[in-house]
């Protein structure tokens, strides 16, 4: 019987999640980039997490005028910059636990792509902290691109030479391949596919991604895909293979049922990458 894969991948609707601070603008530039190249809608989204402030609800109050003050700002200089030229945008001051708001929010938007900073003050604040990024990415669907402190700028002329796609044996590595395939296309970009194994399934493993490669790609003629298989530890191995190959996007495929291997640490292989990551999730939890 012929496998059939989906190899269609649409970006229509780009949100950021944005503090205000250098490190969501760092990661607004990205989406910024993303947004002009694939045509779509970007939403700003600024989140106030109401729990962190339960004790002193008269805050509320004054943090919602900050809120609208520093978007309205947000949106002045984004502007006054022609950062928005020719890009159709909307902003949004969100209520709620990362939980509860995002996941509501992206669905009701039909969010195709969720960016993410790495470092925050108040509201969406600690957004990547601590363990807040791997809790958004658990309880939404939607691929979240985050970009860390040591992260590259991206510029209207940002390049993408080699994709680094780290698969294990989840159905998430599976779920990733359409956005490994349109990201080489896109930049004309090298594949390099890391698998990482400790034993011989790895082959096999190999060998079934090539087969679906070839069937999304029709023809491998315009794709260099190189496969490298490694073991060690999922984190750290992504990122010395990363660093050593200079990767200028990683691409994980997350299953939230477990890997094989032990899966991957979505926030430390963002907390120390020099390129953005982009994380596919296989299903929500």
């Known amino acids: 019987m012929t496998e059939v894969y989906d190899s269609s991948l649409v970006i229509r609707n780009i949100a950021i999640a944005t503090d ?9 530039r990205h989406a910024l980039f993303v947004a002009h190249k694939f045509g779509a809608v970007l939403h700003f ?3 106030v997490r109401r729990s962190e402030f339960a004790f002193v609800p008269d805050l509320m109050v004054q943090l919602d005028e900050l809120a609208e003050r520093d978007g309205e700002n947000l949106m002045s200089v984004l ?4 950062c928005l030229d020719g890009i159709q945008h ?5 209520h709620g636990e990362c939980s509860e708001v995002f996941g509501r929010f992206l669905s009701d938007q039909k969010i195709d792509l ?3 900073g790495t470092r925050g003050r108040t509201g969406i604040s600690k957004l990547l902290l601590g363990s807040i990024a791997e809790e958004i990415s658990k309880c939404v669907s939607t691929p979240v691109l985050a970009v860390g402190p040591a992260s590259r700028d991206a510029t209207c002329q940002l390049e993408v030479r080699n994709v680094l796609f780290a698969a294990d044996l989840s159905m998430g590595s599976s ?3 359409p956005y490994v395939l349109t990201a080489a296309r896109t930049w004309g970009a090298k594949i390099d596919i890391l698998c990482l194994s400790e034993n011989s399934t790895c ?11 070839d069937i999304l790609a029709a023809s491998k003629q315009d794709l260099s895909v190189q496969y490298h298989i490694q073991p060690g530890a999922a984190s750290t191995t992504v990122l010395h293979f990363a660093q050593r190959n200079k990767a200028d996007l990683i691409i994980l495929g997350l299953d939230h049922r477990g890997s094989r291997f032990g899966g991957f640490s979505l926030y430390e292989i963002v ?3 020099t390129c953005p990551v982009l994380g596919i999730c296989s299903e929500v939890r």
């Open 79 to 82: 502007h006054a910059a022609h």
């Open 20 to 28: 205000f601070s250098p490190w969501s603008d760092r990661a607004m």
């Open 90 to 94: 909307h902003y949004w001051n969100l």
């Open 114 to 116: 969720l960016v993410l």
């Open 175 to 177: 779920a990733a391949l």
């Open 203 to 213: 082959q096999h493993f190999t060998e079934g991604f090539n087969r679906k490669i």
């Open 271 to 273: 907390r120390q990458s």
């Open 45 to 47: 989204i600024h989140t």
